[in-house]
């Protein structure tokens, strides 16, 4: 089998690049990236060397050298990572999320059709739903649960979707779709919420809680996220959306104490600043679509999973410190300067 992994330098991306090349060895992988500040080809150096690897750098907007690149390499699955993946720069900059992630996508579903793909997975998010309120612990996001958008992220990827299930239908593309909660483990770039945390208690900076810290997030190891990715697209029907998800609820301010005492700091570190605008209150996933249907189940606990975690960022403080350096100031100064 011949894959095509867009954003594949990106945090999920790159994990699941290792995940194919140790899973499926026979299979052979064009690692796609435009390498924007969140792709870093440091996440791909362990599979330098490996023949059966090869990275590309490109947009997926362009429509004219992605067409070149399906045509030579004729690829049986097609795994769409690339995007702008975080809320708070979407906030800033809607229209950027517009083009990459509902653009970018239509023209690699066009290339899909035109070149004999085989199966075509999207990445999406469990965002798409919205949110949940936080006093209804009974409710959770199912395949069925209607899309209502909150951010342009989020109504960015609900686009993507329905345009996926269009092509679907009108054009006869073989899809699936994945709707994942929120991933932790290595090579997250830190303007999310983990890995954000750690870099500053590491330098003994204050911690930025949006409002209360009461949101609440479900977590799940991206290794998880990567085996279910996995199922789906050798395995998931076509024409299905699969949510993924391992009922790891926790509330912002839980997870950063976590950190904290993890890294022996102290709880002063942290100061409430004000609240992201039209901040999405719970997200929590029912995955037993997944696994029913293709024996899905996460290998990581919580627990487990933020100390091995916690630990790989403390082993590479290298790629931490280059990853902080540079635009990353400029970002941080004008997300938290005044905030
Ligand atoms: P990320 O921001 O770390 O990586 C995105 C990658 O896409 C980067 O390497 C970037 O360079 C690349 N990219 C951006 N624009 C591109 C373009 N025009 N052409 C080619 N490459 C481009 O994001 P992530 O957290 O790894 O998320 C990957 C995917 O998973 C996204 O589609 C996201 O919506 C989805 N997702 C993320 C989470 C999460 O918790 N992080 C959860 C569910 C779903
Ligand atoms: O649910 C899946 C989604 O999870 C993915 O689709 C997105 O790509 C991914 O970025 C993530 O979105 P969130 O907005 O939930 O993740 P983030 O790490 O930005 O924030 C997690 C929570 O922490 C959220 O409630 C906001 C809060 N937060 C975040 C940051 C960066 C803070 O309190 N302070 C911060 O500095």
């Known amino acids: 089998m011949k894959l095509l992994i867009t954003g594949a330098a990106g945090f ?59 045509e030579e390499e004729q690829f049986d699955i097609v795994v769409n990572f690339a995007a702008e993946s975080h809320v708070d720069r979407s906030i800033e900059d809607p229209e950027l999320f517009l083009r990459t992630n509902i653009i970018g996508t239509s023209v690699l579903m066009d290339a899909s059709l035109k070149y004999g793909v085989k199966r075509y997975h999207q990445v999406s998010t469990d965002e798409v739903y919205g ?15 209607p899309i209502h958008t909150s951010s342009p992220y989020s109504a960015s990827k609900a686009s993507a979707d329905l345009l996926v299930m269009a092509y679907h239908r009108t054009f006869g593309l073989n899809m699936t779709i994945s709707r ?6 290595p090579y997250q770039f830190p303007e999310k919420l983990i890995p954000l945390m750690i870099n500053n ?11 209360e810290g009461l949101n609440v997030r479900d977590w799940l190891h991206v290794y998880d996220h990567c085996s279910g990715i996995d199922l789906i697209m050798r395995g998931g029907r ?46 929590a996933i029912d995955p037993r679509k997944i696994e029913m249907e293709l024996g899905w189940k996460p290998v990581y606990d919580f627990n487990t999973g ?22 990353y100031l400029h970002y941080y100064e004008q997300m938290y300067g005044n905030r």
């Not at 890294?263 to 004000?274: A, F, N, R």
């Not at 916690?310 to 280059?322: F, S």
Request: proline share 3%; glycine share 8%; hydrophobic share 30%.
């Open 180 to 185: 994942c909660s929120n991933n932790y483990g």
């Open 131 to 145: 949110d949940l309120p936080l006093e209804r612990k009974d409710l959770f996001f199912t395949e069925e649960t």
């Open 12 to 70: 999920i991306g790159s994990n699941f690049v290792y995940y194919e090349l140790d899973k499926h060895p026979e299979d052979e992988i064009v690692a796609l990236d435009l390498l924007t500040y969140a792709g870093n080809l440091k996440n791909l150096k362990g599979c330098e060397g490996n023949e059966h690897f090869r990275f590309v750098r490109m947009d997926i907007r362009d429509r004219e050298n992605i067409y070149k690149l399906f």
């Open 306 to 327: 933020i100390k091995e975690t916690i630990e790989w960022y403390m082993d590479h403080q290298e790629w931490m410190d280059e990853v902080t350096s540079g635009d």
């Open 238 to 283: 076509n024409g299905e959306v699969y949510n993924i998800g391992g009922h790891n609820e926790k509330a912002n301010i839980e997870v950063v104490k976590t950190i904290l005492k993890e890294l022996g700091k102290p709880e002063s570190l942290i100061t409430y600043v004000t609240d992201r605008k039209g901040h999405d209150l719970r997200y």
């Open 201 to 211: 208690a590491r330098h003994d900076r204050s911690l930025p809680v949006y409002g």
